[in-house]
Structure formats: structure tokens, C-alpha cells
């Protein structure tokens, strides 16, 4: 089993804080992955990013793969309500099998 | 718009009943999944497949086991449920990327055994 932990695996903060979760593993992975999941709902993706050192900018979002990658960080700028949720990252390899991180619990407070 | 379909979304059952949670998908995916999901923790894998009549046991040992006969559907069964089977059933499937496929969710089946 590859084990990837997150951290935090809980976070509140107030609307327009900044804040970073991070995902690490021992193994090494051929891509990652991070997910958003709202209750009652199946995980979205948000993006992947495949190559060492890579980083991937959605709006305040931004996506860094570690350059063995192995690790990965989401960091969120100036977070708002509609941020709140479970942040899953995914270890992926070439046989399109993924590897879930033990997730990160955020709730943005207005 | 959602192109993996899960029904029922909640189930409340008594012990050792027979379930069948159904997951359907629209777009041609060979490779779909069954993972398990306590509320707001990590998935865990139990089955996948790589296309029909092909059935794997993922990393989280489960009684339930799963069919795939058709391309578009990928049916898991509990023969017997017990109050430990209590959790949220999410189903997925791979679009095929280079190096990495993305997973597509279904809203899953919130199950209550008791």
C-alpha cells in the first residue's frame, strides 16, 4: 500500500486567510492529483500535475509536485466560504491505479 | 452534469439483508472503481476493473463483491449486511491520459445498516 499523509487533517480559518495543505508519501508517484469533495457529493478533481518541481495555478489556487514526487502542496490564497471542504490528494502510476490521501477537513468562516 | 450515476443515494437496511448498489457510466470508460468512505476521511479502494469481465480486489479487504458484464455498469453486491458495512459507497471511473487518468465520481450511496 502507498500511504500518502496530509496536514492538516482539520482547518478552520476566516475568509481571507491564507492557508497550505500538504500531502506526502514515501513512494514515488507518476502523477498526483488533488480533489474537492462537499458533503453529500463525489470528489471532484482539480488538477494534476505529473513532472518534478511542477507548479499549476487555478485562480487562488496554487499546485506544487515535489521535485522526487513524492509530496505535493495546495496553498489557497485569501480563502472564502465556497473554499470549504475535504482537499484529497491522489498518488497515481501507469497501470491508472490511485492512492488516496488521508484528506484535509477546510472550513472557511465568513 | 453528472455522467456516473449511483442509486440509491441513501439505503437504510436491517442485518442480514442482501444489497446490490448500482453505478452506471455514460462515457465509454473501461477502468471503474468502488471505494469506501466514512464521513470526511480518505477513500479507501476495495474493487476495480479494467473492462468487462475483469474484477479486482483493491487494498481494503471488503465481503462485497462486484460484477462487470457490461462496460457501463459495475454493480456492487453485500450477500448479508451487518452494521459494520455502514459507510459511504462512492463509484468512479478512469478516463484513459497520459501518464495520468482522471477519475470521474459518481454522488455515491450513503449506507445504514442496522
Known amino acids: ?110 | 452534469e453528472a455522467d456516473i450515476y449511483q442509486t440509491p443515494r441513501y439505503l437504510v437496511i436491517g442485518t442480514g439483508k442482501k444489497i446490490t448498489l448500482e453505478c452506471s457510466q455514460t462515457m465509454g470508460h473501461d477502468k471503474m472503481y468502488w471505494y469506501q468512505q466514512d464521513p470526511g476521511m480518505e477513500l479507501h479502494l476495495i474493487h476495480y476493473s479494467y473492462g468487462v469481465n475483469s474484477t479486482e480486489k483493491g487494498d481494503l479487504s471488503s465481503e462485497s463483491t462486484v460484477s462487470r458484464i457490461r462496460t457501463e455498469h459495475f454493480p456492487l453486491t453485500l450477500e448479508s449486511a451487518r452494521p459494520s458495512h455502514t459507510s459511504q459507497y462512492l463509484c468512479a471511473s478512469s478516463r484513459p491520459g497520459t501518464p495520468a487518468g482522471t477519475l470521474h465520481f459518481g454522488n455515491g450511496t450513503r449506507l445504514t445498516v442496522t
Open chain 1, 1 to 110: 500500500t502507498q500511504l500518502l499523509e496530509q496536514s492538516p487533517q482539520f482547518l478552520s480559518i476566516q475568509e481571507g486567510e491564507n492557508l497550505t495543505v500538504y500531502c506526502n508519501s514515501s513512494s514515488v508517484f507518476s502523477s498526483l492529483q488533488w480533489y474537492r469533495q462537499e458533503p453529500g457529493e463525489g470528489p471532484v478533481l482539480l488538477v494534476t500535475v505529473v513532472t518534478g518541481g511542477e507548479v499549476k495555478k487555478l485562480k487562488r489556487l496554487t499546485f506544487q509536485f515535489g521535485d522526487a514526487r513524492k509530496d505535493s502542496s495546495l496553498h489557497i490564497t485569501a480563502a472564502q466560504p465556497g473554499d470549504t471542504g475535504l482537499y484529497l490528494c491522489a498518488g497515481g502510476n501507469t497501470g491508472n491505479q490511485f492512492y488516496f490521501g488521508t484528506g484535509t477537513s477546510l472550513t472557511v468562516i465568513p
